[in-house]
Protein backbone atom coordinates (compact mmCIF):
# COMPACT_ATOMS: atom_id res chain seq x y z
CA UNK A 1 0.00 0.00 0.00
CA UNK A 2 0.98 3.19 -0.98
CA UNK A 3 0.30 6.08 1.32
CA UNK A 4 -0.61 9.69 -0.23
CA UNK A 5 -0.38 12.17 2.70
CA UNK A 6 -3.50 13.91 3.40
CA UNK A 7 -2.84 17.42 4.70
CA UNK A 8 -5.21 19.94 2.85
CA UNK A 9 -3.53 20.76 0.14
CA UNK A 10 -4.94 20.82 -3.56
CA UNK A 11 -3.77 18.50 -5.71
CA UNK A 12 -4.47 15.20 -3.35
CA UNK A 13 -7.30 14.14 -5.02
CA UNK A 14 -5.62 13.83 -7.95
CA UNK A 15 -2.95 11.87 -7.04
CA UNK A 16 -5.33 9.14 -5.32
CA UNK A 17 -7.18 9.04 -8.79
CA UNK A 18 -3.53 8.36 -10.67
CA UNK A 19 -2.39 6.16 -8.31
CA UNK A 20 -5.48 3.89 -8.20
CA UNK A 21 -5.66 4.26 -12.06
CA UNK A 22 -2.69 2.42 -12.35
CA UNK A 23 -3.72 -0.44 -10.07
CA UNK A 24 -1.77 0.68 -7.21
CA UNK A 25 -3.53 0.38 -3.84
CA UNK A 26 -3.24 3.92 -2.37
CA UNK A 27 -4.56 4.97 1.06
CA UNK A 28 -5.40 8.94 1.35
CA UNK A 29 -3.80 9.30 5.02
CA UNK A 30 -2.40 11.49 7.67
CA UNK A 31 -2.41 8.82 10.43
CA UNK A 32 0.98 7.52 11.92
CA UNK A 33 -0.19 3.80 11.66
CA UNK A 34 -0.70 4.01 8.01
CA UNK A 35 2.16 5.88 7.19
CA UNK A 36 4.67 3.67 8.79
CA UNK A 37 2.53 0.55 7.34
CA UNK A 38 2.86 1.87 3.92
CA UNK A 39 5.52 0.27 0.95
CA UNK A 40 5.79 4.26 0.34
CA UNK A 41 5.06 7.58 0.59
CA UNK A 42 4.10 10.37 -1.50
CA UNK A 43 4.12 13.78 -0.38
CA UNK A 44 1.92 16.01 -3.01
CA UNK A 45 1.09 19.31 -2.72
CA UNK A 46 -0.64 22.54 -4.44
CA UNK A 47 -0.05 25.43 -2.42
CA UNK A 48 2.73 28.50 -1.17
CA UNK A 49 5.47 26.41 0.60
CA UNK A 50 4.95 27.88 4.30
CA UNK A 51 1.27 27.13 4.15
CA UNK A 52 2.40 23.33 2.82
CA UNK A 53 4.56 23.24 5.73
CA UNK A 54 2.59 24.31 8.55
CA UNK A 55 -0.22 22.09 7.41
CA UNK A 56 2.05 19.31 7.48
CA UNK A 57 2.67 20.16 11.22
CA UNK A 58 3.92 17.57 12.98
CA UNK A 59 4.00 14.73 10.01
CA UNK A 60 7.08 16.34 8.61
CA UNK A 61 9.00 14.92 11.34
CA UNK A 62 7.63 11.10 11.00
CA UNK A 63 8.19 11.61 6.96
CA UNK A 64 11.54 13.08 7.65
CA UNK A 65 12.63 9.76 9.90
CA UNK A 66 10.85 7.05 7.60
CA UNK A 67 13.08 8.12 4.45
CA UNK A 68 16.16 8.34 6.53
CA UNK A 69 15.58 4.86 7.58
CA UNK A 70 14.68 3.87 3.84
CA UNK A 71 11.14 4.64 3.14
CA UNK A 72 10.73 5.75 -0.53
CA UNK A 73 9.33 8.85 -0.80
CA UNK A 74 8.02 10.66 -3.38
CA UNK A 75 7.48 14.50 -3.41
CA UNK A 76 5.26 16.43 -6.12
CA UNK A 77 5.34 20.11 -6.93
CA UNK A 78 5.48 21.97 -3.29
CA UNK A 79 5.76 18.19 -2.00
CA UNK A 80 8.77 18.26 -3.38
CA UNK A 81 10.03 21.54 -2.84
CA UNK A 82 9.58 20.28 0.95
CA UNK A 83 12.60 17.68 0.21
CA UNK A 84 14.87 20.92 0.70
CA UNK A 85 16.46 22.93 3.41
CA UNK A 86 14.41 26.08 2.97
CA UNK A 87 12.28 27.94 0.69
CA UNK A 88 12.05 31.95 0.24
CA UNK A 89 8.42 32.27 -0.61
CA UNK A 90 6.70 34.77 1.47
CA UNK A 91 9.42 34.42 4.01
CA UNK A 92 11.65 32.21 4.88
CA UNK A 93 11.00 28.59 5.77
CA UNK A 94 12.52 25.28 6.21
CA UNK A 95 12.18 22.47 4.62
CA UNK A 96 12.44 18.06 5.92
CA UNK A 97 16.24 18.87 4.58
CA UNK A 98 16.71 15.14 3.11
CA UNK A 99 18.18 16.82 0.06
CA UNK A 100 20.54 20.15 0.28
CA UNK A 101 19.20 23.11 -1.71
CA UNK A 102 16.94 26.07 -1.23
CA UNK A 103 13.82 26.74 -3.00
CA UNK A 104 14.24 30.44 -4.81
CA UNK A 105 12.06 32.38 -7.03
CA UNK A 106 12.29 31.66 -11.14
CA UNK A 107 14.30 34.19 -12.84
CA UNK A 108 11.93 36.71 -14.63
CA UNK A 109 13.09 37.09 -18.34
CA UNK A 110 10.60 39.40 -20.73
CA UNK A 111 10.35 36.51 -23.36
CA UNK A 112 9.19 33.79 -20.70
CA UNK A 113 6.24 33.96 -17.64
CA UNK A 114 5.82 33.37 -14.48
CA UNK A 115 4.38 30.90 -13.06
CA UNK A 116 6.22 28.39 -15.26
CA UNK A 117 2.52 26.91 -16.55
CA UNK A 118 2.30 24.27 -19.04
CA UNK A 119 4.11 21.09 -20.97
CA UNK A 120 8.14 21.26 -21.56
CA UNK A 121 10.66 19.00 -22.06
CA UNK A 122 12.56 17.15 -19.48
CA UNK A 123 15.90 15.84 -20.57
CA UNK A 124 15.82 12.20 -18.66
CA UNK A 125 19.24 11.09 -16.82
CA UNK A 126 19.48 6.93 -17.64
CA UNK A 127 20.33 6.56 -13.72
CA UNK A 128 17.29 8.01 -12.51
CA UNK A 129 15.32 4.60 -11.87
CA UNK A 130 12.00 6.92 -11.37
CA UNK A 131 12.15 7.78 -15.70
CA UNK A 132 13.00 4.15 -16.63
CA UNK A 133 11.33 3.38 -19.86
CA UNK A 134 10.71 6.60 -21.01
CA UNK A 135 13.69 7.46 -22.92
CA UNK A 136 16.28 10.59 -23.23
CA UNK A 137 13.42 13.30 -22.88
CA UNK A 138 9.72 13.56 -22.43
CA UNK A 139 6.61 16.18 -21.84
CA UNK A 140 5.37 17.07 -18.17
CA UNK A 141 2.93 19.24 -16.65
CA UNK A 142 4.15 21.94 -15.07
CA UNK A 143 2.85 24.83 -12.59
CA UNK A 144 4.91 27.02 -10.27
CA UNK A 145 6.73 29.92 -9.83
CA UNK A 146 9.50 28.79 -7.21
CA UNK A 147 12.10 26.17 -8.42
CA UNK A 148 14.63 24.38 -6.06
CA UNK A 149 18.18 25.37 -6.48
CA UNK A 150 19.85 21.60 -5.94
CA UNK A 151 23.48 21.93 -4.29
CA UNK A 152 23.46 18.19 -2.91
CA UNK A 153 26.82 16.59 -4.94
CA UNK A 154 24.94 13.23 -4.49
CA UNK A 155 21.48 14.53 -5.64
CA UNK A 156 20.87 12.83 -9.39
CA UNK A 157 18.89 15.71 -11.05
CA UNK A 158 16.93 15.94 -14.32
CA UNK A 159 17.10 19.38 -15.87
CA UNK A 160 14.43 21.28 -18.42
CA UNK A 161 15.10 24.43 -19.80
CA UNK A 162 13.13 27.79 -18.91
CA UNK A 163 15.99 30.21 -20.03
CA UNK A 164 18.42 28.18 -17.93
CA UNK A 165 18.36 24.34 -17.33
CA UNK A 166 15.72 24.48 -14.02
CA UNK A 167 16.22 21.70 -12.23
CA UNK A 168 12.59 19.69 -12.35
CA UNK A 169 13.10 16.46 -10.75
CA UNK A 170 15.50 15.09 -7.94
CA UNK A 171 16.86 11.51 -6.69
CA UNK A 172 18.73 10.79 -3.89
CA UNK A 173 18.82 7.34 -2.71
CA UNK A 174 15.38 6.58 -2.11
CA UNK A 175 14.20 10.04 -2.09
CA UNK A 176 12.55 11.21 -4.97
CA UNK A 177 10.99 14.60 -5.77
CA UNK A 178 9.03 15.98 -9.33
CA UNK A 179 8.49 19.74 -9.42
CA UNK A 180 6.23 18.83 -12.45
CA UNK A 181 3.06 17.11 -11.83
CA UNK A 182 2.84 12.95 -12.78
CA UNK A 183 -1.05 12.85 -12.10
CA UNK A 184 -1.49 15.78 -14.54
CA UNK A 185 1.30 14.65 -17.21
CA UNK A 186 -1.21 11.99 -19.13
CA UNK A 187 0.32 8.67 -19.98
CA UNK A 188 3.89 9.78 -19.26
CA UNK A 189 3.30 10.96 -16.08
CA UNK A 190 1.39 7.62 -15.16
CA UNK A 191 4.49 5.94 -16.17
CA UNK A 192 6.43 7.74 -13.19
CA UNK A 193 4.27 6.53 -11.14
CA UNK A 194 4.42 3.41 -11.98
CA UNK A 195 8.15 3.39 -11.43
CA UNK A 196 7.59 4.54 -8.22
CA UNK A 197 5.62 2.28 -7.27
CA UNK A 198 8.11 -0.40 -8.75
CA UNK A 199 10.45 1.02 -6.66
CA UNK A 200 8.40 0.68 -3.31
CA UNK A 201 7.80 -2.77 -3.84
CA UNK A 202 11.75 -3.46 -3.91
CA UNK A 203 13.70 -4.28 -1.08
CA UNK A 204 14.78 -0.98 0.75
CA UNK A 205 17.84 0.79 -0.20
CA UNK A 206 18.94 3.63 2.79
CA UNK A 207 19.20 7.26 2.38
CA UNK A 208 22.76 7.87 4.81
CA UNK A 209 24.61 10.75 3.98
CA UNK B 1 10.24 26.09 -23.89
CA UNK B 2 6.63 25.76 -23.38
CA UNK B 3 4.55 23.79 -26.21
CA UNK B 4 1.15 24.95 -28.01
CA UNK B 5 -1.38 23.31 -26.51
CA UNK B 6 -4.27 21.39 -27.72
CA UNK B 7 -7.44 21.48 -25.74
CA UNK B 8 -11.01 19.53 -26.20
CA UNK B 9 -13.88 21.56 -24.90
CA UNK B 10 -17.19 19.47 -23.37
CA UNK B 11 -19.58 21.84 -23.12
CA UNK B 12 -22.47 19.95 -20.67
CA UNK B 13 -25.59 20.46 -20.41
CA UNK B 14 -28.16 18.19 -18.53
CA UNK B 15 -25.26 16.04 -17.72
CA UNK B 16 -24.13 15.15 -21.85
CA UNK B 17 -21.78 16.62 -23.86
CA UNK B 18 -23.44 18.71 -26.53
CA UNK B 19 -22.59 21.22 -29.45
CA UNK B 20 -23.65 23.95 -31.44
CA UNK B 21 -23.56 26.60 -34.00
CA UNK B 22 -23.17 30.09 -32.51
CA UNK B 23 -24.11 28.81 -29.19
CA UNK B 24 -27.28 27.49 -30.76
CA UNK B 25 -28.83 24.23 -32.11
CA UNK B 26 -26.90 21.62 -29.88
CA UNK B 27 -26.43 18.44 -30.67
CA UNK B 28 -25.95 15.51 -28.45
CA UNK B 29 -21.97 14.66 -28.71
CA UNK B 30 -21.52 12.10 -25.79
CA UNK B 31 -21.07 11.07 -22.67
CA UNK B 32 -18.50 13.93 -20.67
CA UNK B 33 -17.08 11.05 -18.47
CA UNK B 34 -16.49 8.96 -21.43
CA UNK B 35 -15.36 11.31 -23.86
CA UNK B 36 -12.92 13.28 -20.97
CA UNK B 37 -11.32 9.89 -20.46
CA UNK B 38 -10.41 9.52 -24.48
CA UNK B 39 -9.13 13.06 -24.69
CA UNK B 40 -6.85 12.40 -21.65
CA UNK B 41 -5.39 8.93 -23.12
CA UNK B 42 -5.19 9.83 -27.11
CA UNK B 43 -2.80 12.74 -25.71
CA UNK B 44 -4.75 15.93 -25.69
CA UNK B 45 -2.81 18.86 -23.55
CA UNK B 46 -5.95 19.93 -21.10
CA UNK B 47 -9.17 19.49 -20.61
CA UNK B 48 -12.06 22.15 -20.71
CA UNK B 49 -15.61 21.38 -19.14
CA UNK B 50 -18.15 24.09 -18.95
CA UNK B 51 -21.68 23.86 -17.88
CA UNK B 52 -23.63 25.50 -20.30
CA UNK B 53 -26.80 24.60 -18.17
CA UNK B 54 -25.59 26.64 -15.22
CA UNK B 55 -24.81 30.14 -16.81
CA UNK B 56 -26.72 32.46 -13.83
CA UNK B 57 -26.44 29.66 -10.98
CA UNK B 58 -24.06 27.25 -9.84
CA UNK B 59 -25.39 23.69 -9.61
CA UNK B 60 -24.18 21.34 -6.92
CA UNK B 61 -25.21 18.16 -8.97
CA UNK B 62 -22.37 18.89 -11.29
CA UNK B 63 -20.03 18.56 -8.66
CA UNK B 64 -20.83 14.77 -8.76
CA UNK B 65 -20.23 14.50 -12.48
CA UNK B 66 -16.85 16.80 -12.08
CA UNK B 67 -15.49 14.43 -9.43
CA UNK B 68 -16.86 11.52 -12.10
CA UNK B 69 -14.58 13.24 -14.96
CA UNK B 70 -11.46 13.79 -12.95
CA UNK B 71 -11.28 10.11 -12.16
CA UNK B 72 -10.14 9.41 -15.31
CA UNK B 73 -8.46 12.49 -16.53
CA UNK B 74 -4.42 12.56 -16.34
CA UNK B 75 -3.94 16.42 -18.00
CA UNK B 76 -4.98 19.88 -16.58
CA UNK B 77 -8.72 19.85 -15.99
CA UNK B 78 -10.59 23.47 -16.02
CA UNK B 79 -14.28 23.14 -14.85
CA UNK B 80 -16.69 26.07 -15.39
CA UNK B 81 -20.24 27.36 -15.68
CA UNK B 82 -21.93 29.28 -13.49
CA UNK B 83 -19.52 29.60 -11.16
CA UNK B 84 -20.22 33.12 -8.65
CA UNK B 85 -17.82 32.78 -5.32
CA UNK B 86 -14.66 31.54 -4.18
CA UNK B 87 -16.31 29.12 -2.50
CA UNK B 88 -17.47 27.53 -4.91
CA UNK B 89 -14.26 27.59 -6.84
CA UNK B 90 -12.91 25.73 -3.39
CA UNK B 91 -15.38 22.92 -4.39
CA UNK B 92 -14.57 23.00 -7.71
CA UNK B 93 -11.20 22.46 -7.01
CA UNK B 94 -11.44 19.57 -4.53
CA UNK B 95 -13.53 17.99 -6.81
CA UNK B 96 -10.77 17.59 -8.60
CA UNK B 97 -10.42 20.54 -11.53
CA UNK B 98 -6.64 22.29 -11.52
CA UNK B 99 -8.42 25.32 -12.87
CA UNK B 100 -11.90 27.09 -12.28
CA UNK B 101 -12.94 29.30 -15.55
CA UNK B 102 -15.56 32.06 -14.67
CA UNK B 103 -17.27 34.58 -17.09
CA UNK B 104 -20.46 36.05 -15.97
CA UNK B 105 -19.51 36.08 -12.36
CA UNK B 106 -16.12 38.07 -12.94
CA UNK B 107 -18.71 40.67 -15.35
CA UNK B 108 -20.47 41.53 -12.65
CA UNK B 109 -18.22 41.36 -9.76
CA UNK B 110 -14.62 41.94 -10.99
CA UNK B 111 -13.27 41.38 -7.58
CA UNK B 112 -14.41 37.68 -7.91
CA UNK B 113 -10.86 37.28 -9.99
CA UNK B 114 -9.11 38.79 -7.22
CA UNK B 115 -10.16 37.31 -4.58
CA UNK B 116 -9.87 33.82 -6.42
CA UNK B 117 -6.36 34.18 -7.31
CA UNK B 118 -5.31 35.51 -3.64
CA UNK B 119 -6.71 32.47 -2.56
CA UNK B 120 -5.78 29.74 -4.91
CA UNK B 121 -3.09 31.77 -6.86
CA UNK B 122 -3.40 32.96 -10.65
CA UNK B 123 -2.65 29.66 -12.59
CA UNK B 124 -6.04 29.10 -11.42
CA UNK B 125 -7.99 31.20 -12.10
CA UNK B 126 -9.06 31.60 -16.13
CA UNK B 127 -11.19 34.26 -17.77
CA UNK B 128 -13.54 32.90 -20.04
CA UNK B 129 -14.67 35.34 -22.57
CA UNK B 130 -17.23 35.31 -25.30
CA UNK B 131 -17.02 37.82 -27.93
CA UNK B 132 -19.04 39.14 -30.26
CA UNK B 133 -17.92 41.15 -33.49
CA UNK B 134 -19.26 44.71 -33.16
CA UNK B 135 -21.86 45.57 -35.93
CA UNK B 136 -21.02 49.12 -35.71
CA UNK B 137 -17.12 49.28 -35.06
CA UNK B 138 -14.38 47.39 -37.31
CA UNK B 139 -12.40 45.08 -35.40
CA UNK B 140 -14.05 45.94 -32.02
CA UNK B 141 -15.82 43.31 -30.09
CA UNK B 142 -18.23 43.26 -27.37
CA UNK B 143 -18.19 41.10 -24.31
CA UNK B 144 -21.26 39.11 -23.55
CA UNK B 145 -22.80 37.15 -20.42
CA UNK B 146 -24.88 34.25 -19.48
CA UNK B 147 -24.07 32.11 -22.15
CA UNK B 148 -23.78 34.60 -24.64
CA UNK B 149 -27.10 35.65 -24.59
CA UNK B 150 -26.93 39.08 -23.26
CA UNK B 151 -24.41 41.76 -24.71
CA UNK B 152 -22.79 44.50 -22.58
CA UNK B 153 -21.09 47.74 -23.37
CA UNK B 154 -18.07 46.37 -22.58
CA UNK B 155 -14.52 46.49 -25.01
CA UNK B 156 -13.19 42.76 -25.41
CA UNK B 157 -9.90 43.93 -25.18
CA UNK B 158 -10.37 46.20 -22.38
CA UNK B 159 -11.83 43.69 -20.71
CA UNK B 160 -8.85 41.22 -20.92
CA UNK B 161 -6.05 43.68 -20.08
CA UNK B 162 -8.23 44.38 -17.17
CA UNK B 163 -8.90 41.06 -16.11
CA UNK B 164 -5.09 40.15 -16.20
CA UNK B 165 -4.54 43.02 -13.66
CA UNK B 166 -7.00 41.29 -11.22
CA UNK B 167 -5.63 38.11 -11.29
CA UNK B 168 -6.73 36.29 -14.14
CA UNK B 169 -4.12 33.38 -15.11
CA UNK B 170 -5.18 32.79 -18.75
CA UNK B 171 -7.75 33.76 -21.08
CA UNK B 172 -10.47 31.67 -22.61
CA UNK B 173 -11.47 33.52 -25.96
CA UNK B 174 -14.71 32.05 -27.50
CA UNK B 175 -15.49 34.06 -30.59
CA UNK B 176 -19.16 33.81 -30.55
CA UNK B 177 -19.78 34.57 -34.74
CA UNK B 178 -17.04 31.16 -35.15
CA UNK B 179 -18.19 29.16 -32.40
CA UNK B 180 -19.14 25.97 -34.24
CA UNK B 181 -18.98 27.02 -38.00
CA UNK B 182 -15.59 25.51 -38.86
CA UNK B 183 -14.60 28.15 -40.66
CA UNK B 184 -11.83 29.00 -38.74
CA UNK B 185 -10.70 31.15 -35.58
CA UNK B 186 -11.53 34.89 -35.30
CA UNK B 187 -7.18 35.59 -35.55
CA UNK B 188 -8.46 39.42 -35.46
CA UNK B 189 -9.81 39.16 -32.02
CA UNK B 190 -7.29 36.74 -30.92
CA UNK B 191 -4.55 38.67 -32.32
CA UNK B 192 -5.96 42.27 -30.54
CA UNK B 193 -6.33 40.55 -27.25
CA UNK B 194 -2.80 38.44 -26.96
CA UNK B 195 -0.79 41.41 -28.16
CA UNK B 196 -2.74 43.18 -25.45
CA UNK B 197 -1.65 40.66 -22.24
CA UNK B 198 1.37 39.25 -21.02
CA UNK B 199 -0.89 35.90 -20.04
CA UNK B 200 -1.81 32.68 -22.11
CA UNK B 201 -4.54 33.34 -24.42
CA UNK B 202 -6.73 30.40 -25.74
CA UNK B 203 -8.10 30.86 -28.98
CA UNK B 204 -11.99 29.21 -29.11
CA UNK B 205 -14.24 29.15 -31.82
CA UNK B 206 -14.37 28.11 -35.62
CA UNK B 207 -11.86 25.53 -35.92
CA UNK B 208 -12.92 23.28 -38.66
CA UNK B 209 -9.69 21.99 -40.19
CA UNK B 210 -5.89 21.61 -39.50
CA UNK B 211 -4.53 24.64 -40.94
CA UNK B 212 -6.93 26.40 -38.92
CA UNK B 213 -5.01 25.74 -35.48
CA UNK B 214 -1.62 26.77 -37.16
CA UNK B 215 -3.43 30.05 -38.10
CA UNK B 216 -4.66 30.66 -34.54
CA UNK B 217 -1.48 29.86 -33.26
CA UNK B 218 0.97 32.54 -35.69
CA UNK B 219 -1.58 34.39 -37.06
CA UNK B 220 -3.58 34.86 -33.72
CA UNK B 221 -0.98 34.51 -31.75
CA UNK B 222 -2.37 32.05 -29.41
CA UNK B 223 -0.56 29.59 -27.11
CA UNK B 224 -3.30 27.20 -27.11
CA UNK B 225 -6.10 26.28 -29.22
CA UNK B 226 -9.62 24.86 -28.22
CA UNK B 227 -11.99 22.92 -30.18
CA UNK B 228 -15.12 20.86 -30.03
CA UNK B 229 -16.68 19.98 -33.23
CA UNK B 230 -14.37 18.35 -34.94
CA UNK B 231 -12.96 16.24 -32.00
CA UNK B 232 -16.25 15.60 -30.82
CA UNK B 233 -17.28 14.12 -34.29
CA UNK B 234 -14.32 12.13 -35.60
CA UNK B 235 -12.90 14.75 -38.21
CA UNK B 236 -9.68 14.81 -36.33
CA UNK B 237 -7.68 13.25 -33.53
CA UNK B 238 -5.45 14.66 -30.94
CA UNK B 239 -2.37 13.14 -32.60
CA UNK B 240 -3.04 14.02 -36.13
CA UNK B 241 -3.65 17.84 -34.91
CA UNK B 242 -0.05 17.64 -32.85
CA UNK B 243 1.93 15.65 -36.06
CA UNK B 244 0.70 18.42 -38.18
CA UNK B 245 1.77 21.32 -36.33
CA UNK B 246 4.53 19.82 -35.18
CA UNK B 247 5.11 19.29 -39.22
CA UNK B 248 5.03 22.73 -39.48
CA UNK B 249 7.61 23.43 -37.01
CA UNK B 250 5.14 24.16 -33.95
CA UNK B 251 6.49 22.90 -30.63
CA UNK B 252 3.73 20.39 -29.60
CA UNK B 253 3.79 17.95 -26.67
CA UNK B 254 3.48 14.55 -28.97
Known sequence: MIVVIDYNVGNVRSVCNALRHIGCKAALSRKTETIEASAGIVLPGVAAFGYAISQLGGLSKLIKKLAIDGKPLLGICVGYQMLFEHSSEYGRHNGLGLVSGSVVPIPTNPQLCVPHMGWNQVKLPDDMDLFAGLGKEKNFYFAHSFYADVT?????????????AMPAAVQKANVYGVQFHPEKSGKTGLKVLKNFVEICEKPPSKLGG | MLTKRIIPCLDVKDNRVVKGIKFLNLRDAGDPVELGARYSDEG????????ITATIRFRKTII??????????FIPFTVGGGIQTVEQMDVILRSGADKVSVNTAAVSNPNLLTEAAQRFGN??????IDAR?????????????????????????????RGEKLGAGEILLTSMDADGTKVGYDNKLNKAVSDAVNIPVIASGGAGKLEHLYDAIIDGGADAVLMASITHFGNYTIKQMKEYLAGRAIPVNL
Open chain 1, 152 to 164: NPQAKVAYTDYGF
Open chain 2, 44 to 51: ADELVFLD
Open chain 2, 64 to 73: ELVEKVAENV
Open chain 2, 123 to 128: QCVVLA
Open chain 2, 133 to 161: RSKEKLNKWQVCVKAGSEPTDIDVVEWAV
